[in-house]
Each structure stands twice: as structure tokens, then as C-alpha cells.
């Protein structure tokens, strides 16, 4: 298999001498294609900054990064632009969906400002929104939309135009249970069906359960991993439960 994301012996630092803190410590790991691993950890484990490191959001302190063959540590401002534009998908928290646009609009804008022809862009709108089942909703403003069919619909401009990687920032953080499930669901399809490659933080054992894979970081470190396999969900929930147990986090999320 292919790997999409190479992580090697990050480290990244803040504040000044006298005052380090070392968010994280010598991390490494690899995604391979098609995969949709969970990022796992108690608050200050470092995982939001293993998100920001890899998005290219943040800069290491020491160590490298490599996205489908691109070393991201060693690209330039608007090198780093492009790459973002045309290797990263985002769906974040908070949807992020500009009020002004209709969920079509927001969905196709990236591809707006790659300049791609309008017949492409409204295939590929409808193709992404039939697969997120948001086809009624392509004419509505984010304010017309329940929080979950934003979420799609941010999901759909996340995809929309082919990431390498799809990088997710609690994205049931602001759902209730019914439409986090409903979501949950659609990025395994993502996932499954159209060969998606997803890295996804939560610290929500639930969400969690539906990646293929989970890497539990603590203290800046890759503390566990789990690997789903032939597991039902729930099996391998438990499994997730257990090793929250063990770093100290919240076992109230139930299935």
C-alpha cells in the first residue's frame, strides 16, 4: 500500500527559553491510502497540535512531515497555498461555511478559484452531494440547514475537490447524538466506497469507533494504537474505552 501521510520524529515547541513547553516529543507514524484512523488523547496531550502540524496550519520545531510524496516542511508561503488548495480537505467543528453562499456555492468554490469549468464543477457538486444525501438541500443558506446538514455540506466542500487527505477536527463536536451518528456514517461510506483517506481527532470514544484505526497520544507521545480489523463497532469500542481508562479521559460517551 501507499502512504498518503509519513509523520518522522516531529517535535514541536512553545514559548522561549525558560519557559518550553514540548507539545510533542519524537512522534511518528504512517496513513496509507484508504485509511480513516482516529487521533486520540486527554486535553494537552498534543493532539490538536499533531492536527495543526499536519494540516501545515503550525510549523515543527524539528522533524518532517510528507503528504503524497510532498515534503510539507519545506514548502514556501504560496507554495504552501496551493498545496493546501489541492491536497487538504478540512471539515472542522464549526462547519466554516460562509453565510453569504448557498450550500451549491460553498461547496463549489474551491473549484471556482482552480478555475474549472462550470459543467465540471456542477457535476462534481452533484456527484459529492448525492453521496452525502444532500441533493435537496444545494439551494438552501447555512442559516436553512439543521448543524448536521451544514456539517455534510462542509464534508462535501471537503471532498469536492479529490484530497489526498481528508483531516477532521472533532467534527461531531457541535451535533446532537442523531445527526452525529448520521455523519459518522456518511465519512465511513466516504471512507469505504470512495477510497477516502481520513485522519480524524476526537476525544469522543463513539466517533472514534468508526475509524479503522486509533492512535492514542499522551504527553506529546504515541502512547497506543488499535487496530480495528474484523471487529464489530462495539467490540471495538470497548477496546477504545479501555485504553481511555488507562490515560485518564472520559468514558461517559456510550454507544
Do not use: W
Not at 509523520?7 to 480513516?36: C, M, P, W
Amino acid at each position: 500500500m501507499t502512504a498518503v501521510l509519513q509523520v518522522r520524529n516531529i517535535e514541536k515547541y512553545y514559548g522561549k527559553r525558560g519557559n518550553v513547553t514540548k507539545a510533542l516529543d519524537g512522534v511518528s507514524f504512517d496513513i496509507e491510502q484508504g485509511e480513516f484512523v482516529g487521533i486520540m488523547g486527554p486535553s494537552g496531550s498534543g493532539k490538536t497540535t499533531l492536527l495543526n502540524c499536519v494540516s501545515t496550519i503550525d510549523r515543527l520545531t524539528s522533524g518532517s512531515i510528507e503528504v503524497n510524496g510532498t515534503n510539507t516542511t519545506k514548502l514556501k508561503k504560496d507554495a504552501l497555498q496551493q498545496f493546501r488548495r489541492e491536497e487538504l480537505g478540512f471539515i472542522f467543528q464549526d462547519f466554516n461555511l460562509l453565510d453569504t453562499l448557498t450550500a451549491y456555492e460553498n461547496i463549489a468554490l474551491a473549484l471556482t478559484i482552480q478555475k474549472v469549468n462550470h459543467k465540471e464543477i456542477a457535476n462534481r457538486v452533484n456527484a459529492v452531494a448525492e453521496l452525502l444525501d444532500i441533493n435537496d438541500h444545494l439551494s438552501k443558506f447555512p442559516y436553512q440547514m439543521s448543524g448536521g446538514q451544514q456539517q455534510r455540506v462542509a464534508s462535501a466542500r471537503a471532498l469536492i475537490t479529490n484530497p489526498s487527505l481528508i483531516l477532521a477536527d472533532e467534527p461531531t463536536g457541535a451535533l446532537d447524538s442523531k445527526a452525529s451518528r448520521m455523519l459518522l456514517e456518511k465519512m465511513q461510506e466516504l471512507n469505504q466506497q470512495s477510497n477516502a483517506t481520513i485522519m480524524m481527532v476526537t476525544h469522543d470514544a463513539f466517533t472514534a469507533s468508526y475509524a479503522k484505526r486509533i492512535l492514542f497520544i499522551k504527553d506529546g507521545k504515541v502512547f497506543n494504537e488499535l487496530i480495528r480489523g474484523n471487529q464489530s463497532r462495539r467490540e471495538f469500542f470497548d477496546q477504545i474505552i479501555d485504553v481511555v481508562t488507562l490515560l485518564g479521559g472520559d468514558t461517559s460517551n456510550v454507544l
